[in-house]
């Protein structure tokens, strides 16, 4: 499953920083042949504390975690939907990525020069959101002008969508992100094939910097504005984890206390929230040879899940033996779950829950 997370955001806001310091968590890649072999795309571990506790519990020779894709998109300009800057490349990347990271600068550092001259996040936020929204209404424009000779034939099913195209291209001109139009179930897969980017999901980055004026920690208002705009973020001190990229992890904690950050890794939870976002889960399998975490999408069946691993787990499915990752920890043994009837036989309905250890019986 190939997923992937687009980072942007103005020039000077930390977007290098932030990507630097999360290739030093990728791996191998040679584990996850959907990824790009490409310098501007990191494959990036999602931490995940119970595929450690699994890998123990099996005494397992390899551990491989899930995984998800960075994406370093070049900086955007006010204008890029004109071409402006490395408009065209920026909007190019963008569409192809699943979800967007929008990085966001919060801190005062006159060393450090803003592209619009001042800091006013909220501002650049909107700059950002101005841009997407106007090159999507440029993809509706080119669409709705591909359907007149269709419309002109009375072709039902053209002239709903064009009535649909009409009523999105309204509300973008209002403002409005097309992620938040309430779409039924059929009219978003009309406009599926449009890939919108203001369809895309977004989780904020919000970069601080030790020994500025971070807006968060001053009460400015600039702040409260930013938040209450944008709601789903993450605080994460991008040259702090930068420094800390190399250090083991027993160190980081203490020398983020020095440099000045917060005692905990944003960037793993920042890692956690893109998965999240991307309506993922996450179920496992271990052994002595291998503790493994399969990522797929939240409701999947079994059979789908097991189409993670092979394809043929999914069309020769037979059944799936589950046992909640918890639960097998805690019996101390496949055999004792097992005596326990902590361990279930589950067919092709049974929709698999984050967490589940499974077998697949084909």
Known sequence: ???????????????????????????????????????????????????????????????????????????????????EGLGNQFLSHIREVDAILHVVRIFEDE???????????????RTIQTELILADLQTIERRLASLEKEVKRGDKKIILEKELLLKVQDKLQEGVLAID???????????????????????????????????DELDDPRFTELVDFIGNYTLVDFGVEFELKDFDKDEKSEFRKELGGAPDDGIDEMIRKG?????????????????????????????????????????????AEIIFWNDLLEAGSYGKAREKGLVRTEGKEYVVVDGDVVEFKI
């Open 181 to 215: 139009l309430n779409l039924t179930k059929e009219e978003a897969e009309t406009i599926k094939s449009l890939h919108l980017i203001t369809r895309k999901p977004v989780l904020y980055a919000l970069n601080k910097k030790q020994n500025a004026r971070n807006l």
């Open 275 to 319: 998965y999240e976002l991307l309506n993922l889960i996450t179920f496992f399998t271990t052994g002595e040879d291998e503790t493994r975490a399969w990522t797929i999408v939240d409701g999947s069946t079994a059979p789908k899940a097991g189409a993670a691993i092979h394809t043929d787990f999914e069309h020769k499915f037979i059944k």
């Open 111 to 125: 060393d450090i020069h803003h592209v619009h001259g001042e800091v006013d996040p909220l501002s650049d936020v």
């Open 1 to 83: 499953m190939s997923l992937s997370i687009g980072i942007v955001g103005l020039p000077n806001v930390g977007k290098s920083t932030l990507f630097n310091a999360l290739t030093k968590k990728s791996v191998p890649a040679e584990n996850f042949p959907f990824c790009t072999i490409d310098p501007s795309v990191g494959i990036v571990a999602v931490p995940d504390f119970r595929l450690e506790k699994l890998a123990d519990f099996s005494k397992s020779a390899k551990k491989i975690p899930a995984a998800i894709e960075f994406v370093d998109i070049a900086g955007l300009v006010k204008g890029a939907s004109e071409g």
